[in-house]
Protein backbone atom coordinates (compact mmCIF):
# COMPACT_ATOMS: atom_id res chain seq x y z
CA UNK A 1 0.00 0.00 0.00
CA UNK A 2 1.80 3.34 -0.76
CA UNK A 3 1.04 6.97 1.13
CA UNK A 4 -1.18 8.74 -0.11
CA UNK A 5 0.46 12.74 -0.87
CA UNK A 6 -0.73 16.19 -0.11
CA UNK A 7 0.16 18.93 -2.31
CA UNK A 8 -0.30 22.39 -2.22
CA UNK A 9 0.40 25.02 -5.04
CA UNK A 10 -1.02 28.49 -6.20
CA UNK A 11 -4.41 28.23 -8.16
CA UNK A 12 -5.81 30.62 -10.78
CA UNK A 13 -9.34 32.02 -9.90
CA UNK A 14 -10.55 31.84 -12.68
CA UNK A 15 -9.71 28.10 -13.04
CA UNK A 16 -12.34 24.86 -13.38
CA UNK A 17 -10.48 23.53 -10.17
CA UNK A 18 -11.16 26.84 -8.17
CA UNK A 19 -14.69 27.49 -9.08
CA UNK A 20 -15.52 23.74 -8.12
CA UNK A 21 -13.89 24.44 -5.41
CA UNK A 22 -15.55 27.75 -3.80
CA UNK A 23 -19.05 26.10 -5.39
CA UNK A 24 -18.46 23.37 -2.63
CA UNK A 25 -17.31 25.82 0.17
CA UNK A 26 -19.76 27.79 -0.73
CA UNK A 27 -22.93 25.49 -0.67
CA UNK A 28 -21.46 23.56 2.20
CA UNK A 29 -21.32 26.94 4.47
CA UNK A 30 -24.55 28.22 3.26
CA UNK A 31 -26.57 25.20 3.55
CA UNK A 32 -25.39 25.07 7.10
CA UNK A 33 -26.26 28.67 8.18
CA UNK A 34 -29.77 28.24 6.16
CA UNK A 35 -30.56 24.60 7.95
CA UNK A 36 -29.55 26.19 11.34
CA UNK A 37 -31.51 29.51 11.07
CA UNK A 38 -34.19 28.33 8.68
CA UNK A 39 -34.66 24.49 8.51
CA UNK A 40 -33.88 24.25 5.05
CA UNK A 41 -30.88 24.18 2.43
CA UNK A 42 -30.16 27.28 0.51
CA UNK A 43 -32.49 28.20 -2.57
CA UNK A 44 -30.42 27.06 -5.91
CA UNK A 45 -31.78 30.52 -7.55
CA UNK A 46 -29.60 32.32 -4.38
CA UNK A 47 -27.13 29.95 -4.43
CA UNK A 48 -25.95 30.76 -7.89
CA UNK A 49 -26.24 34.31 -7.47
CA UNK A 50 -24.32 34.44 -4.58
CA UNK A 51 -21.62 31.84 -5.87
CA UNK A 52 -21.12 34.31 -9.07
CA UNK A 53 -20.99 37.43 -7.20
CA UNK A 54 -17.84 36.35 -5.76
CA UNK A 55 -14.99 36.45 -8.25
CA UNK A 56 -11.86 35.87 -5.97
CA UNK A 57 -10.05 38.80 -7.91
CA UNK A 58 -8.75 39.59 -4.30
CA UNK A 59 -6.71 36.48 -4.56
CA UNK A 60 -4.61 37.20 -6.80
CA UNK A 61 -0.90 38.40 -7.03
CA UNK A 62 0.80 41.31 -6.01
CA UNK A 63 -2.40 41.60 -2.79
CA UNK A 64 -2.90 38.30 -3.05
CA UNK A 65 -2.92 34.24 -3.44
CA UNK A 66 -4.68 31.41 -3.79
CA UNK A 67 -3.87 28.12 -2.54
CA UNK A 68 -4.94 24.43 -3.90
CA UNK A 69 -4.61 21.24 -1.77
CA UNK A 70 -4.38 17.98 -3.89
CA UNK A 71 -4.83 14.53 -1.78
CA UNK A 72 -2.96 11.72 -4.49
CA UNK A 73 -3.15 14.50 -6.79
CA UNK A 74 -7.14 15.13 -6.45
CA UNK A 75 -8.01 18.87 -5.62
CA UNK A 76 -9.17 18.31 -2.27
CA UNK A 77 -9.77 21.81 -1.13
CA UNK A 78 -8.32 25.63 -1.00
CA UNK A 79 -7.60 28.73 1.23
CA UNK A 80 -7.43 32.23 0.53
CA UNK A 81 -5.15 35.04 1.49
CA UNK A 82 -5.29 38.38 0.55
CA UNK A 83 -3.50 41.70 2.05
CA UNK A 84 -5.75 44.32 3.73
CA UNK A 85 -2.88 46.48 4.09
CA UNK A 86 1.00 46.40 4.07
CA UNK A 87 1.08 44.10 7.34
CA UNK A 88 -2.26 42.39 7.50
CA UNK A 89 -3.75 39.91 5.76
CA UNK A 90 -6.64 37.90 5.94
CA UNK A 91 -7.13 33.75 5.71
CA UNK A 92 -10.19 32.91 3.78
CA UNK A 93 -11.50 30.49 2.32
CA UNK A 94 -10.43 27.67 4.24
CA UNK A 95 -11.86 24.57 2.94
CA UNK A 96 -11.24 20.89 2.91
CA UNK A 97 -13.86 18.14 0.98
CA UNK A 98 -15.83 16.65 3.65
CA UNK A 99 -14.25 13.05 2.18
CA UNK A 100 -10.62 13.90 3.03
CA UNK A 101 -11.39 15.90 6.51
CA UNK A 102 -9.24 14.46 9.11
CA UNK A 103 -6.43 13.57 7.43
CA UNK A 104 -3.78 16.60 7.87
CA UNK A 105 -4.81 19.08 5.07
CA UNK A 106 -6.52 21.90 6.87
CA UNK A 107 -3.71 22.69 8.84
CA UNK A 108 -1.19 22.12 5.74
CA UNK A 109 -3.15 24.46 4.22
CA UNK A 110 -3.37 26.78 6.87
CA UNK A 111 0.41 26.65 7.37
CA UNK A 112 0.93 27.47 3.33
CA UNK A 113 -1.34 30.44 3.71
CA UNK A 114 0.60 31.87 6.60
CA UNK A 115 3.95 31.39 4.27
CA UNK A 116 1.94 33.13 1.39
CA UNK A 117 0.91 35.91 3.37
CA UNK A 118 4.74 36.40 5.07
CA UNK A 119 5.88 36.23 0.99
CA UNK A 120 3.06 39.04 0.43
CA UNK A 121 5.01 41.09 3.12
CA UNK A 122 1.91 40.43 6.01
CA UNK A 123 3.47 40.00 9.76
CA UNK A 124 0.10 39.39 11.20
CA UNK A 125 -3.16 36.86 9.47
CA UNK A 126 -6.85 37.97 10.83
CA UNK A 127 -10.04 35.92 10.04
CA UNK A 128 -13.39 35.60 10.63
CA UNK A 129 -15.59 33.23 11.33
CA UNK A 130 -18.91 32.05 12.70
CA UNK A 131 -20.36 29.76 15.40
CA UNK A 132 -21.11 27.13 14.15
CA UNK A 133 -18.38 26.43 12.49
CA UNK A 134 -17.08 24.45 15.60
CA UNK A 135 -14.42 22.77 13.65
CA UNK A 136 -12.55 25.73 11.49
CA UNK A 137 -12.97 27.37 15.37
CA UNK A 138 -10.98 24.18 17.10
CA UNK A 139 -8.61 24.21 14.11
CA UNK A 140 -7.40 27.97 14.05
CA UNK A 141 -6.98 27.89 17.99
CA UNK A 142 -4.86 24.90 17.65
CA UNK A 143 -2.45 26.50 15.36
CA UNK A 144 -2.18 29.10 17.40
CA UNK A 145 -4.71 32.00 16.76
CA UNK A 146 -6.30 33.82 19.24
CA UNK A 147 -9.92 35.43 19.58
CA UNK A 148 -10.12 39.13 19.25
CA UNK A 149 -12.02 41.98 19.00
CA UNK A 150 -14.97 42.20 15.55
CA UNK A 151 -12.23 43.08 12.90
CA UNK A 152 -15.23 43.93 9.95
CA UNK A 153 -19.16 44.24 9.63
CA UNK A 154 -19.64 40.71 8.09
CA UNK A 155 -23.25 39.89 8.58
CA UNK A 156 -22.23 36.48 8.76
CA UNK A 157 -19.19 36.87 11.41
CA UNK A 158 -19.73 36.17 15.10
CA UNK A 159 -15.93 35.18 15.78
CA UNK A 160 -12.74 36.96 14.70
CA UNK A 161 -8.81 36.24 15.40
CA UNK A 162 -5.77 36.86 14.98
CA UNK A 163 -2.25 35.45 14.67
CA UNK A 164 1.36 37.72 14.65
CA UNK A 165 3.39 36.09 11.63
CA UNK A 166 6.40 36.03 13.31
CA UNK A 167 9.09 34.05 10.68
CA UNK A 168 9.28 30.73 11.14
CA UNK A 169 9.77 27.11 9.26
CA UNK A 170 6.60 25.53 7.45
CA UNK A 171 5.11 23.71 4.61
CA UNK A 172 5.69 26.38 1.61
CA UNK A 173 3.69 26.65 -1.45
CA UNK A 174 4.83 23.57 -4.01
CA UNK A 175 5.66 21.59 -1.17
CA UNK A 176 4.80 17.61 -0.44
CA UNK A 177 3.78 15.51 2.44
CA UNK A 178 3.49 11.97 2.80
Not at 30 to 53: F, K
Not at 87 to 104: D, K, P, S, W
Amino acid sequence: MSAMTWTIAPEPVDSAVAAALWRAYYTEVSDRWYLRYAGHRTDPVELEREIAAVSGAELTPPTGQLLVVRYDGEPAGCVGVRLLDPVTAELTRVFVHENRRGRGGAPLLVTAAEQAARGLGATRMILDTRGDLVEARALYARLGYTETERHNDDRYAEHWFRKDLTPGEGLGVNEVVR
